[in-house]
Every structure is written in C-alpha cells, then in structure tokens.
T-cell receptor, first 116, second 114 residues
Framework: GAGVSQSPRYKVTKRGQDVALRCDPI?????LYWYRQALGQGPEFLTY????????KSGLPNDRFSAERPEGSISTLTIQRTEQRDSAMYRC??????????????FGEGSWLTVV | GQQLNQSPQSMFIQEGEDVSMNCTSS?????WLWYKQDPGEGPVLLIA?????ELTSNGRLTAQFGITRKDSFLNISASIPSDVGIYFC??????????????FGEGTQLTVNP
C-alpha cells in the first residue's frame, strides 16, 4: 500500500479481554516496528522484525504482549488479559531495509486502545 | 536506559516568529533525528544528523548535532500556522547495523497563533 496501514484505528475493550492489533507495512519493506505512545509522551519501542524474524522484543512490557509476522509482511500485536495501564496508542512503522540510522522509518496512524 | 530530555515542553508563538527547541541526553548518540507529529498522524521525519557538529537545513528548519554528541537543537524560522504540532527528537539506541531501535524525547508542543 501507499503507507503503513493499521487496524482497528480505535478499540475499546473490557479489562481481561485479549486484543489483536494489525499492521500492514509499506509493500516491500523488510523491517517492521511496533511502538507504544502514551498521551503526552514520545513513542516507546516495543519490538521489531526483519522479514518474519523477530529481532528484538526487549521493549515488550511483559509476557502478555506478543507479536508475530509469519509471512514477513503483515504483523499482529496481541495483548492478552488486557489491563487499564495498557491503554495507549500503538504505532507500527516500517522501513525498506533494516535501518540503523532510522532515516527511512515510516509510521502508521496508530491504533488507539482503551481498556475499561 | 538512554533518555532524551526535550525543552521546552510547549511553546506558544505568533506567526512569523522564530522558534528554537533542544534535546539533551546523558548518553552519546551517533545519530540525531527530528520528527514532527501532526494531530491524528504518526511522526514524520524532518531532519537527520549523522556527524558531531553537523548543521543541516530543510527549508525553514535548521538542526545541529552537538559537538559532545549529547545534544541537538532544532530551529524553525518565520513560523506559519501549519508548523503547529509536536516535535520529537530521537536517536537509535542499537549499535547493530541490522536494526534500529529509536529512543524518543517527550516532545515539544508548538502552537502558532495567526
């Protein structure tokens, strides 16, 4: 696609439910990143993939969070047993090549998650 | 972990004024990035800096990579209403060449009054 596409744009869920957030990166982009952004804060790194391989998941807050990218394109971030503190904007980003400098990272519009 | 401190947190200026904001870190960064985030959108890269002392311009924007590699500033000249948004500094924390984990500052919220 033309840009990084995320769905759903808005998700309200009850505490304890599982949620899955989807990211469709720019076509042909090798690297895919997940960030979380709380209101009034900058994005916070969660995890990233090169192709289908998860290269770094050290930013995932705990084992309720997981991500996959099985075919090296679309990725899903799953949060199990959601808690109110999980409420935030979840942003996906992609880059054409594994970009050390970050200068080719393109962000999506994000998925707003509210846990009630 | 590495942290980036941005100042000021917010700015309210009149159209036509110049703006300056900065970013500091207790750790050395080898690359400094400046992003702008419009309401409802994701961050968009404005300027990338790769060398200590480097001064780079992009239209009305000018950014500098501090000599100590622990700070950077962004200037906007002759501000216009569409400059409104949140400006983030960021730097990669990974030393690998195979990936990029960006650390972001908390942002500077800019409001421009017509």
């Amino acid at each position: 696609g033309a840009g990084v596409s995320q769905s759903p744009r808005y998700k309200v869920t009850k505490r304890g439910q599982d949620v899955a957030l989807r990211c469709d990166p720019i076509s042909g982009h090798v690297s895919l990143y997940w960030y979380r952004q709380a209101l009034g804060q900058g994005p916070e790194f969660l995890t990233y993939f090169n192709y289908e391989a998860q290269q770094d998941k050290s930013g995932l807050p705990n084992d309720r969070f997981s991500a996959e990218r099985p075919e090296g394109s679309i990725s899903t971030l799953t949060i199990q047993r959601t808690e109110q503190r999980d409420s935030a904007m979840y942003r996906c980003a992609s880059s054409l090549v594994a970009a050390y400098s970050g200068n080719t990272i393109y962000f999506g519009e994000g998925s707003w998650l509210t846990v009630v | 972990g590495q942290q980036l401190n941005q100042s000021p947190q917010s700015m309210f200026i009149q159209e036509g004024e110049d703006v300056s904001m900065n970013c500091t870190s207790s750790s050395i960064f080898n690359t400094w990035l400046w992003y702008k985030q419009d309401p409802g959108e994701g961050p968009v890269l404005l300027i990338a800096l790769y060398k200590a002392g480097e001064l780079t311009s992009n239209g009305r924007l000018t950014a500098q990579f501090g000599i100590t590699r622990k700070d950077s500033f962004l200037n906007i000249s002759a501000s216009i209403p569409s400059d409104v948004g949140i400006y983030f500094c960021a730097g990669p924390t990974s030393t690998e060449t195979s990936g990029s984990r960006l650390t972001f500052g908390e942002g500077t919220q800019l409001t421009v009054n017509p």
